[in-house]
């Protein structure tokens, strides 16, 4: 699929790290074909074995992504409706569920939709300017992405509750305080920070880095027993990785490891 309003490119310090921009003037708004092409970029890039850390961020100054397309809205029905929803929780399933960390690099109005593709990434990086909300009720609605679902497990359900109740918009530092964000940065030191994070993660062995992803997403639904068998299975897969012995080798002979992602 050719992408219109999505790009991706390889970072040139670390060839493991790839980055997604959303590329919609004025506000990077996802419309039917940017949901799609997102989906469609990820796909291609889960097949590609050299990915090692995807990086989400916004074109411009203004806006990581300011929600979805409200031009699209005017007659939507029930049936319409609920087909949209399914769409857009596919595609944000497909960003969780991608087999490497996702990290966004949150740079300015991060809204909807734009909240609901933050929150499907591993890691949130925002700059000082960024504003986070789910503001649809504004608009007689609810997310449809996946948002109810991952801004409570992020945030808790107090505060999910009030964010959803209200559509009240938050700055970077209190989406830092209430756990939706993991680092708030200077605006102009945002992408070399994420860049800075990808480099490390990707510097790490490959296996064990997808493992504990696998763990992570798989006990967030589990009960906490069946969690720790997940752990025990994953960690058992990791003891037999070629990285884990040079890991350990190269430990114990005080140097760097080089891993080989098997």
Known sequence: MELEFVRVRRDTRCGGTVVVTIDRPPVNALNFQTVNELASAF???????????VVVTGAGERAFVA????????????????????????????????????????????????CELAMACDIR????????????????????????????????PAAARELLF?????????????????????????MDVC?????????????AVRLAKTVLSQAEDARFEDGLEVEARCFGDACATEDMHEGVRAFLEKRRPEFAGK
């Not at 857009?88 to 996702?102: D, E, H, T």
């Open 43 to 53: 796909t291609e890039l889960r097949a590609d074995p050299s990915v090692m850390v």
């Open 67 to 114: 929600g979805a397309d409200i031009k699209e809205f005017p007659g939507l029905t029930r049936e319409a409706g609920v087909e949209m929803s399914r769409r857009g929780q596919a595609a944000m399933g497909l960003i969780a569920s991608f087999p490497r960390p996702v990290i966004a690099a949150v740079n300015g109005l991060c809204l909807g939709g734009g």
């Open 125 to 156: 990086i925002a700059s000082d300017l960024a504003k986070f909300g789910q503001p649809e009720v504004n608009l007689g609605l609810i997310p449809g992405y996946g948002g109810t679902m991952r801004l409570a497990r992020l945030v808790g």
């Open 166 to 190: 209200t559509g009240r918009v938050i700055d970077a530092q209190e989406a830092l305080a209430i756990g939706l964000v993991n680092k708030v940065v200077p605006h102009a030191d945002l």
């Open 195 to 207: 860049l800075e994070m990808a480099e490390v993660i990707a510097s790490k062995a490959p296996v």
